[in-house]
């Protein structure tokens, strides 16, 4: 029989050790949005509605990022075994396909054309992160002045992309490109990262695109190597509706992303590309305390007489990059 007092006792003393360390914050921790001189940044997936000319008449808004590819790249061969699929289906999704590309183009042209600075995103899922990857620079092209992002919307490698294939992933971004990405992902999986970050030294020093959908992030951010936020995704269909919203986009429905930057326009226009990895930082008494509550990944510890080893806990999804029709049809939670 084993017990987990041990490990119990240990995390107290370290919430006592915690405690006397000064948590440090950031300027723009609370209601950032309020603040004009913040620039405002939109991204949308392909099933967003836009309208354009309404969208541009709010002159906070600085940049625009698109969903680029999903997973791995779509092979389309409408011939052989189609594993219980259906021919029709398989040329429906190589339209859908088409379709979405298309859109993605038109949108950048749009985008580049109104003076906005404009990034893309790769959702990423189980499988090969290299070929990931490709696909990814093959879907977006990205230009040297744009950005490019790696969404990881949780630690479950049955789910997303695990966090050793995301590794890859940056790395052969890039090898390709000079750049690295910048990383979207929330705050249970940052939190993750930033703990386990001598596992991950290249995740955990990725610029951080974080989705919060609360007023603050006062007392939890920033973690790790990150100071501070590159950009705070704050608003989404989750926490945004007819009668209440953290803000509202004009020429675009309540299922929007709106992200803030802690900057005025100008400023994000010098940094907006990225490339670089964060400085390194040692790890501070909470996140040790993290590692512990966290490692091997087990529920909340306590103390009473186990016959085997507690069962995995997995954050849910708690980001917008998956839209709200397929996170319901996977059985995804937001919150």
């Known amino acids: 029989m084993k017990r987990y007092c041990r490990k119990l006792s240990l995390r107290f003393l370290l919430l006592a050790l915690a405690a006397g360390v000064p948590q440090q914050a950031s300027a723009t921790d609370t209601l950032p949005w309020k603040d004009p001189s913040n620039a405002l940044v939109v991204d949308a997936y392909e099933l967003n509605t836009i309208d354009w000319e309404s969208l541009l008449s709010d002159k906070r808004i600085a940049a625009f990022i698109s969903k680029a590819s999903d997973g791995l790249p779509e092979t389309f061969d409408c011939s052989g075994d189609h594993g219980g699929d259906t021919v029709a289906h398989c040329r429906t999704m190589w339209r859908k396909y088409s379709v979405s590309r298309e859109l993605f183009q038109t949108r950048r042209l749009v985008a580049r054309a109104a003076g906005l600075l404009w990034g893309s995103y790769h959702l990423a899922r189980p499988g090969n992160p290299i070929d990931q990857a490709n696909h990814f620079l093959d879907y977006a092209a990205p230009k040297d002045d744009e950005m490019m992002i790696l969404d990881i919307e949780g630690i479950d490698p049955q789910k997303f992309m695990s966090l050793e294939d995301a590794q890859i992933f940056a790395g052969h971004i890039r090898a390709r490109t000079g750049r690295y990405p910048v990383l979207y992902t929330n705050h249970n999986t940052a939190r993750y990262i930033a703990a386990y970050r001598n596992d991950y030294p290249v995740l955990a020093r990725l610029p951080i695109w974080y989705a919060r959908y609360k007023p603050e992030v006062k007392g939890v951010f920033p973690m790790g190597n990150w100071d501070n ?81 507690p069962p995995l806990a997995f954050d849910p999804v708690v980001t917008s990059s998956v839209p709200r029709r397929e996170a319901n049809a996977r059985g995804y939670r937001d919150f």
């Open 229 to 309: 936020y590159l950009l705070w995704q704050f608003s989404s269909g989750s926490n945004c509706g007819k009668r209440r919203c953290p803000y509202r986009v004009p020429g675009t429905l309540t299922d929007i992303d709106v992200n803030v930057a802690p900057m005025d326009k100008p400023e994000l226009a010098k940094i907006w590309a990225q490339g670089n990895l964060l400085p390194a930082r040692e790890p501070d008494p909470p996140l040790i305390l993290a590692k512990i509550e966290m490692m091997p990944r087990e529920a909340p510890v306590v103390c009473v007489a186990s016959s085997g080893p």
